[in-house]
């Protein structure tokens, strides 16, 4: 393939340079506000507008990509729709918001401005701004940037400047971990080298994930992992810091989006963390870029596009476009977690795992409920900290209670909050109080249920069998749990397990206004994202 003369590439630079300072300065601004005064008819005024511009100028053609956004529309719409109720908030407002959301991603198939309000509602009234949503949303905030410089400048800002900035918006989500992980040592490939990758695994099955397994299993399964720590290592970061040099040929791109896609299945295998967003926006995009007519995006490749992409790549790792999280850890063998049991009327006891607390899956799935107890926590979610030297001390202290006391009361930070709790616990009563009364928690009829979009945080086993609201519940008990995953002998020790917290549920009242805590039960603002 023949590199087209460098003129051409000008033309696409600076159009490149215009589409991301209109998401970065006008379009990630407005959806933010629109989120947040959450108000649909000034949403929809913001999207109808455009419609005069249009009177005057061609509206941009996007080609064989138009397919690719719709199926990003199709995609989130899927996951908002399908997401349930939070009972404690009127349930008949989250209908219609549901309904209206179906309808705007209608319209933004057909109207590409129409995706602002349509971002206004999944965004700011169905809690959509999640870590795992981040990138094919920053992508179709893309594709609507290139949607308004286009209508500005014409044939100038093409299809294929739109492909360039979608690639660099997905890449860029892998090329800022490889940055972080390259930075958390003394070298580059500290990481890589020192990281001891089977650790998360083993932190993940303490955490609540692939329970299912025997411990002598899983003790076995990380026997065996530990010993491609070194290359899986080198093998990730080198996948993530592939988008520096994907877009010098077609095909290197294609690989990189692939690469990312598995490098997402087997972090889910590993952890029970799930991208299942971005897997299929991954394989989505690398299939609509093999299906693309060749010589019509030939600019979009070769070594001057690969200089426009690093470019951006470098501005979004500096957080100055968008700001994909860093991702960058130690992984350590000890765990501290919140849990949540019920006790339902029959006796039962079950667990309550964060798949049944949807749409808050993600939260319950984490590290929320530290705020319940005085403990020193050293680590965040599945025991990863940001500190090597303290990964090599809980490895040392193998266990041992009086090291790892040690270690609390020197690292650790105690994040109790009795405001926290007070609202937390009031959002629990309410919750399982109308649940008890009757209260429909999922928009999908029962034969349909299956057809809800699946959660990120797949934490669903544990301990007692999890309660799926087969009967009322009469106590919500939570617990503070330490686990530590000994290297030496492939144990699994549970050293601390007490009751912080124990909610009596009372029989149910006729007035069932709304909390304030309703928010509280979400760690995350609602519109928490960075541009």
């Not at 095909?251 to 598995?262: E, G, K, P």
């Not at 029970?272 to 394989?283: K, V």
Request: aromatic letters at 10%.
């Amino acid at each position: 393939m023949a590199t087209p003369p460098l003129p051409a590439y000008v033309d696409v630079g600076v159009s490149v340079a215009a589409v991301v300072v209109c998401y970065r300065f006008a379009v990630s601004p407005a959806v933010r506000a629109l989120a947040r005064r959450r108000s649909i008819l000034l949403a929809v005024i913001a999207g109808v507008t455009p419609i005069v511009l249009a009177v005057f100028r061609p509206l941009p053609e996007p080609g064989p990509l138009r397919w690719f956004v719709i199926f990003l529309i199709a995609l989130l719409t899927w996951q908002g729709a399908t997401s349930d109720y939070d009972v404690t908030e009127p349930v008949e407002a989250q209908r219609l918001d549901k309904r209206l959301l179906l309808l705007l991603a209608a319209a933004s198939c057909l109207w590409p401005a129409a995706l602002l309000p349509w971002m206004a509602v999944y965004c700011g009234r169905l809690r959509g701004w999640k870590h795992h949503a981040m990138m094919p949303l920053r992508l179709l905030k893309a594709y609507l940037a290139w949607f308004f410089v286009a209508m500005s400048l014409g044939a100038s800002c093409s299809a294929t400047v739109l492909l360039l900035v979608l690639g660099c918006v997905s890449l860029s989500h892998y090329v800022k971990p490889a940055w972080s992980k390259a930075r958390l040592g003394p070298y580059p490939w500290s990481w890589a080298w020192h990281n001891r990758t089977h650790y998360l695994m083993a932190s993940a099955y303490s955490w609540g994930w692939a329970r299912f397994l025997p411990t002598d299993t899983a003790s076995r399964v990380l026997r065996r992992a530990r010993t491609l720590d070194r290359p899986v290592n080198f093998l990730a970061m080198a996948v993530e810091a592939a988008g520096l040099i994907a877009f010098l040929d077609r095909r290197l791109l294609i690989a990189a989006l692939l690469a990312t896609a598995l490098f997402n299945v087997i972090v889910a295998i590993a952890s029970g963390i799930l991208f299942w967003e971005n897997i299929c926006t991954s394989i989505a995009l690398g299939i609509a870029i093999m299906l693309l007519p060749g010589a019509e995006y030939d600019t979009a490749f070769g070594w001057p596009a690969a200089l426009i992409a690093l470019a951006v790549l470098l501005l979004s790792t500096a957080d100055l476009l968008w700001q994909p999280w860093h991702l960058g850890w130690w992984d350590s063998p000890f765990t501290a977690r919140v849990h949540w049991q019920v006790e339902t009327v029959s006796g039962a006891r079950l667990g309550l795992y964060n798949d049944f607390m949807c749409p808050y899956e993600r939260e319950y799935g984490r590290v929320l409920g530290y705020f319940l107890t005085d403990e020193p926590v050293l680590h965040g979610h599945l025991g990863i900290v940001w500190d090597r030297e303290l990964r090599d001390l809980l490895v040392q202290a193998d266990g041992d209670r009086g090291q790892l006391h040690t270690l609390k009361q020197t690292y650790g930070h105690v994040q109790a909050d009795k405001q926290q709790a007070r609202e937390h616990i009031a959002f629990l009563t309410e919750m399982f109080t109308r649940l008890n009364a009757g209260a429909r928690k999922s928009p999908l009829p029962q034969p349909l249920r299956h057809l809800k979009a699946p959660g990120g945080q797949l934490y669903r086993w544990g301990d007692l069998p999890p309660y799926r609201g087969e009967e009322p519940v009469r106590r919500i008990t939570i617990r503070y749990e330490e686990r530590c995953y000994r290297p030496a002998t492939g144990d699994f020790v549970q050293l601390t397990n007490r009751t912080v917290q124990e909610i009596d549920l009372l029989a149910p009242s006729a007035d069932h206004g709304s909390t304030p805590c309703a928010k509280s039960s979400s760690t995350a603002a609602r519109t928490s994202e960075s541009c």
